[in-house]
C-alpha cells in the first residue's frame, strides 16, 4: 500500500475529530509542522509507543526497534505518531529502595499511554516494550482505552557465557549469596558479572518478561511468533514491520483490544504461563489486565489454570534452558500446539487476523530438541505455581511449584518488617534450616511498591540452603524459585494477618490442601507496624489507591473484588 492511494476506510476514523473541519485548522497546522500533509489527514493515525532507554539491556534496542514498526505503518497505509514513556528496570532496582518504583511503573505506564493516544484521538496503537512492568502495562492500557492494537515485545537477551555454561542474571544474584557465605571471592563474583549480560534483550530465562510476552501471544494480543525472536535476531525487524501493518489493518477493521481479552484468552496465558514454568508475577498481571478489561477473571482461575497444565518446559530458573532455546525449539507455536492437542486450550481471535489454533497448527518442532516435553513425560507433573488460603492468607496467597517437589513444610517463623532485614539477616548466617522467613509491609500499599524477593532468595540458593521457606505479602522475581508464597493478601500495611505472626510461631504450608496457617490465637494479639517515613509523590499516590495483590493490585476506580475461594478450601480453614 503507498502513501499516495490511501485505502478507503470501512468505518470513520476517530482522528478526524482532531483533523477534519474548519475548526480544526490549529491542530493541523501543528501536524503539518510536525510533518504530515493533506494526504496524511485521511489516513489511521498509529501511535507508536515506546519504552525504549538507555539505562538496561531489555529496552536499549527499541528505539532502533521503532523504526521498522513505523515501516511497517506507513507500508499498510497509516501514519505513525510516536510517543515515548518509562521503564523501571528490576535488574538494577532489585534490592534497593528504587525497586519500590517497579510496579508502581506499570500503572504510571499504562496511564500514560492512555493520556497520549485519548489527548489526541489517534486511531490505534503499537506498544513497544521490554523490561517486565512495561509489558503488563502495555495491556491494560489497550484494554482499559478499548482501541485497536498490539504489542511487540522487544525479545529475550542471549545467554552469557562462563566457565564452560551459558548463564544469565539469575546467576549473578545466586553468586552474590555465594560470596557473602564465602565459597565465591571477589574475582569470581566479578567474572559472573560480566559474563551474564552480552547485549540487548530482556532477562534470559522463563522470568517475568519472557513470561508475559508469551502470555499475550497466547491471549492473541501479540502476533504470535513476534515476541519469541530473540532481541539480536536478524529475523527482529522483520516482526516490527508485521507489528505494524497489524496495527493498521486492526484499526481498518475495527477491531478492538477488547475483542482479544476475553476470559477464554486470558486462561489461555494463564494455563501456558503454568505448563512453561513461568513467574508467579503473571497472577498479579493476568488479574490486572483482566480489571482493566472489565473481565471477570481472578486468582482462583490461574490456579485452575495450573491444575490443567503440568510443566512441560525444561526452562530456567527451576529448569535447565533458556528463552532463546525455546525459541531454536520451536517457539510459543509449539508450546501452544502441545496444549492445543491435549485439549488444555480453546481457540480465539488473534491480532494476526488468524485463531490461535491456526497458528498453533503451523509449529515447526526442531528434531531432538529437548526444551519442550509431551505431557506424557512433563518436567514437573504439576502446574508451576498455586493459589493458597488460611488464616496468615484469608484473601490468598501465590506458591510458586517449580523448582521444587516440596508438598508440605512445617517451621518456626523467622519474622522481618523489611527485604533488608531478611537479606542481611541471610547473608550473615543467621537463618537456620528449616525457618520460615517472613516478610512483611512490603505488599503493594505498605511497600508502598511491593518489591520482588530477589535478593533474598537468590542469597539463599547461593548459600546453599535446602530447607528454608518464605513468605512475604511482597512478591517474587521470574527468576526467583524455591518453596516461596507471595502476595499474601491482605496485606500487613491493610490489617492483614501477617502482621500478627511472632517470631517461633509454627507455620504450616500444605500445598495439596492449598493451606497456610500458624499455631498462634491471632485473635489475642495487635500489630506494631515498622516507623517509616511517609510516602511522598506518586509512592503516596499509589498507596493511597492500590488495590490489593488478590485484584491485580490496579489503580483504577472500583476494581473487582476479589474472587471467593473455593468450597474446599473454605471448609478446609
Known amino acids: 500500500m503507498t502513501r499516495e492511494s490511501p485505502p ?77 514513556t518509562i521503564v523501571v528496570t528490576d535488574g538494577i532496582s532489585m534490592g534497593t529502595p528504587g525497586m519500590k518504583a517497579s510496579l508502581i511503573s506499570r500503572e504510571v505506564i499504562a496511564d500514560s499511554i492512555e493520556l497520549a493516544v485519548q489527548g489526541h484521538q489517534l486511531d490505534g496503537v503499537v506498544c513497544i516494550v521490554g523490561c517486565d512492568k512495561t509489558i503488563p502495562a502495555a495491556a491494560m492500557a489497550l484494554a482499559r482505552m478499548d482501541l485497536p492494537g498490539c504489542v511487540l515485545y522487544g525479545g529475550t537477551i542471549m545467554a552469557g557465557r562462563h566457565a564452560g555454561r551459558d548463564i544469565s542474571i539469575q546467576d549473578v544474584f545466586e553468586a552474590i549469596g555465594a560470596h557473602g ?49 530473540p532481541a539480536v535476531h536478524p529475523g527482529k525487524p522483520a516482526e516490527a514491520e508485521r507489528c505494524g501493518r497489524v496495527a493498521v489493518e486492526l484499526t481498518r477493521r475495527g477491531f478492538n483490544a477488547r475483542k482479544f481479552i476475553t476470559r477464554a484468552a486470558l486462561r489461555n496465558a494463564a494455563t501456558a504461563v503454568s505448563a512453561s514454568g513461568g513467574s508467579t508475577n503473571a497472577v498479579l498481571h493476568l ?55 491435549s485439549g488444555r486450550i480453546t ?28 505431557f506424557s513425560s512433563p518436567v514437573i507433573p504439576r502446574g508451576s505455581y498455586a493459589v493458597i488460603y488460611g488464616d496468615i492468607a484469608p484473601d490468598g496467597a501465590v506458591i ?9 513444610f512445617e517451621g518456626p517463623a523467622r519474622v522481618f518488617d523489611s527485604e533488608e532485614a531478611a537479606f542481611e539477616a541471610t547473608q550473615s548466617g543467621a537463618i537456620t534450616e528449616g525457618d520460615v522467613i517472613v516478610i512483611r509491609y512490603e505488599g503493594p500499599k505498605g511497600g508502598p511498591g511491593m518489591r520482588e524477593m530477589l535478593q533474598v532468595t537468590a542469597a539463599l ?23 516461596v508464597i507471595g502476595h499474601v493478601s491482605p496485606e500487613a500495611a491493610s490489617g492483614g494477618p501477617i502482621a500478627l505472626i511472632r517470631d517461633g510461631d509454627i507455620i504450616t504450608i500444605d500445598v495439596p490442601a492449598r493451606s497456610m496457617n500458624v499455631r498462634a490465637d491471632l485473635s489475642t494479639r495487635s500489630a506494631v507496624p515498622p516507623s517509616r517515613p511517609a510516602p511522598v509523590g506518586a509512592f503516596a499516590k499509589y498507596a493511597a489507591l492500590v488495590a490489593s495483590a488478590s485484584q491485580g493490585a490496579v489503580t483504577i476506580p472500583n476494581p473487582p473484588p476479589a474472587q471467593q475461594r473455593a468450597p474446599a478450601q473454605r471448609e478446609a480453614s
Open 181 to 229: 557465605a564465602g565459597t565465591l571471592d571477589d574475582e569470581g563474583l566479578k567474572q559472573v558479572e560480566s559474563a551474564a549480560c552480552p547485549g540487548a534483550g530482556a532477562c534470559g530465562g522463563q522470568f517475568t518478561a519472557n513470561t508475559m510476552a508469551m502470555a499475550l501471544s497466547m491471549m492473541g494480543l501479540s502476533p504470535m511468533g513476534a515476541n519469541d525472536v
Open 347 to 374: 481457540d480465539i481471535a488473534t491480532v494476526s487476523g488468524r485463531s490461535l489454533y491456526e497458528e498453533a497448527r503451523e509449529a515447526v518442532e526442531t528434531p531432538h530438541q529437548k526444551v519442550v516435553r509431551a
Open 8 to 84: 478507503n476506510q470501512q468505518k470513520p476514523l476517530r482522528s478526524a475529530v482532531v483533523t477534519s473541519g474548519a475548526n480544526r485548522a490549529a491542530a493541523r497546522s501543528y501536524l503539518r509542522a510536525a510533518g504530515l500533509g493533506d494526504e496524511d489527514f485521511a489516513r489511521p493515525l498509529i501511535a507508536v509507543v515506546n519504552t525504549w532507554s538507555s539505562v538496561t539491556p531489555c529496552n536499549m534496542h527499541l528505539g532502533d526497534l521503532a523504526e521498522h514498526v513505523r515501516r511497517g505503518v506507513r507500508e499498510a497505509g497509516g501514519v505513525p505518531i510516536d510517543f515515548n
Open 287 to 341: 488479574t490486572a489486565i483482566a480489571a482493566e478489561a472489565g473481565v471477570a477473571f481472578g486468582i482462583e482461575d490461574c490456579n485452575e489454570a495450573c491444575e490443567r497444565a503440568p510443566v512441560i518446559c525444561d526452562l530456567k530458573p527451576g529448569g535447565q534452558f533458556l528463552a532463546h532455546d525455546l525459541f531454536a525449539a520451536g517457539g510459543t507455536r509449539l508450546l501452544a500446539q502441545r496444549l492445543m492437542d
Open 461 to 483: 540458593k547461593g548459600r546453599g540452603y535446602q530447607n528454608v521457606a518464605l513468605i512475604t505479602d511482597g512478591r517474587f522475581s521470574g527468576a526467583s524459585y524455591g518453596f
Open 400 to 408: 510458586k511449584l517449580a523448582g521444587h517437589a516440596i508438598e508440605r
